[in-house]
């Protein structure tokens, strides 16, 4: 209740009380009011994907990924991947930064579908297909799996049919410059890139505390949002780099490639301060996801 009044006061700050008069949030005609603000804005606004260089006639991407990238995307995925008028959120930040907890609270609250690489990495090792067998040294050690293995399963996911019409949140993906240029010259357009801030020292202690239910996949933390029964405790499993050694070279991964990354969205980006209430976080990334939407 308290969280709609506010929306409804945001939305009337930004000009859309009509809309916000018209629907509940979660309802059908909220998606369907959305989704035509989304269009709306999209018309209005351009599709920065549709910049086109004029000198190669190609979706703008920057040079130095252009030869080694145009490659792994065939020229019929840019039509695909263009005709959707779902959200499309990018979420970043670093290991442990509650990227997997709010997107629990976004994809119910937009109808998203949530895609974190990091998941769909796991399940490929833990089903050992090629994916899987290729990635697993990488993820066990703390690094970042090659561009070009990763690259290929997101884009082929992001031309499914539920990703077309509902839009996505894609959570641990572009985690370098180059598959940003991938996501670009894929044709893949994309509404807000939401960064969560946590400064290091927090996210050790996020890292080793974080358990996962298997059944649900709910994310806990012993300390910060432990299990709510003991028949949920007893079931929860620890990720094989949730360790204090291996969050090392995870964040200096991502200290290697933070800034490249954000520089390819920062015209849509929105930084939000991770370290708050998990509930306050999602607040305020939905006021400004809307603020954005609707501006
Ligand atoms: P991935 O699974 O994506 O790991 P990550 O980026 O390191 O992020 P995490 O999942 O660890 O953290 P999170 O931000 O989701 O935080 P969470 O919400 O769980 O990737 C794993 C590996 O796969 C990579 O290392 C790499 O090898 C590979 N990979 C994946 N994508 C790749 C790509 N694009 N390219 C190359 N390689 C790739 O929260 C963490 C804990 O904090 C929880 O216990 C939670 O309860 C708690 N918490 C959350 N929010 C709060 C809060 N506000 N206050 C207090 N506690 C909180
Ligand atoms: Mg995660």
Same mark, same amino acid.
């Given at each position: 209740?308290?969280?709609?009044?506010?929306?409804?006061?945001?939305?009337?700050?930004?000009? @859309?009380?009509?809309?916000?008069?018209?629907?509940?949030?979660?309802?059908?005609?909220?998606?369907?009011?959305?989704?035509?603000?989304?269009?709306?804005?999209?018309?209005?606004?351009?599709?920065?994907?549709?910049?086109?260089?004029?000198?190669?006639?190609?979706?703008?991407?920057?040079?130095?990924?252009?030869?080694?990238?145009?490659?792994?995307?065939?020229?019929?995925?840019?039509?695909?991947?263009?005709?959707?008028?779902?959200?499309?959120?990018?979420?970043?930040?670093?290991?442990?930064?509650?990227?997997?907890?709010? @997107?629990?609270?976004?994809?119910?609250?937009?109808?998203?579908?949530?895609?974190?690489?990091?998941?769909?990495?796991?399940?490929?090792?833990?089903?050992?297909? *090629?994916?899987?067998?290729?990635?697993?040294?990488?993820?066990?050690?703390?690094?970042?799996?090659?561009?070009?293995?990763?690259?290929?399963?997101?884009?082929?996911?992001?031309?499914?049919?539920? @990703?077309?019409?509902?839009?996505?949140?894609?959570?641990?993906?572009?985690?370098?410059?180059?598959?940003?240029?991938?996501?670009?010259?894929?044709?893949?357009?994309?509404? @807000?890139?939401?960064?969560?801030?946590?400064?290091?020292?927090?996210?050790?202690?996020?890292?080793?505390?974080?358990?996962?239910?298997?059944?649900?996949?709910?994310? =806990?933390?012993?300390? =910060?949002? #432990? #299990?709510?029964?003991?028949?949920?405790?007893?079931?929860?499993?620890?990720?094989?780099? *949730?360790?204090?050694?291996?969050?090392?070279?995870?964040?200096?991964?991502?200290?290697?490639?933070?800034?490249?990354?954000?520089?390819?969205?920062?015209?849509?980006?929105? *930084?939000?301060?991770?370290?708050?209430?998990?509930?306050?976080?999602?607040?305020?990334?939905?006021?400004?996801?809307?603020?954005?939407?609707?501006?």
């Amino acid at each position: 209740m308290k969280n709609s009044i506010l929306l409804l006061l945001v939305l009337e700050l930004f000009g @859309c009380l009509t809309l916000a008069s018209t629907f509940t949030p979660h309802s059908k005609s909220y998606f369907a009011q959305l989704s035509l603000r989304v269009k709306e804005r999209r018309d209005k606004k351009g599709d920065p994907c549709k910049k086109i260089d004029q000198r190669t006639n190609t979706p703008f991407i920057s040079k130095s990924n252009h030869m080694t990238l145009s490659s792994k995307v065939r020229s019929t995925d840019s039509k695909q991947l263009e005709d959707k008028s779902g959200l499309r959120i990018i979420i970043s930040g670093a290991p442990a930064s509650g990227k997997g907890t709010q @997107c629990e609270m976004i994809k119910e609250k937009y109808d998203v579908v949530h895609l974190s690489t990091g998941d769909m990495l796991r399940a490929a090792v833990a089903a050992r297909t *090629d994916v899987g067998i290729q990635a697993k040294d990488y993820m066990d050690s703390g690094n970042l799996v090659p561009d070009d293995v990763i690259i290929g399963i997101v884009r082929d996911r992001l031309n499914e049919d539920d @990703c077309k019409q509902k839009g996505w949140l894609l959570d641990g993906f572009p985690r370098t410059a180059a598959q940003a240029d991938a996501l670009a010259e894929a044709g893949v357009c994309v509404d @807000c890139f939401i960064f969560l801030n946590v400064a290091d020292e927090a996210l050790v202690d996020r890292v080793v505390g974080r358990r996962t239910d298997p059944l649900t996949g709910k994310i =806990y933390h012993m300390t =910060y949002s #432990p #299990p709510e029964d003991e028949d949920i405790t007893a079931r929860l499993t620890q990720r094989s780099d *949730d360790t204090e050694e291996k969050v090392k070279v995870r964040l200096a991964q991502f200290h290697a490639n933070v800034d490249a990354v954000k520089g390819k969205y920062s015209d849509i980006a929105i *930084d939000i301060d991770g370290s708050a209430k998990p509930t306050d976080v999602t607040s305020a990334i939905s006021l400004a996801i809307e603020a954005q939407v609707f501006s």
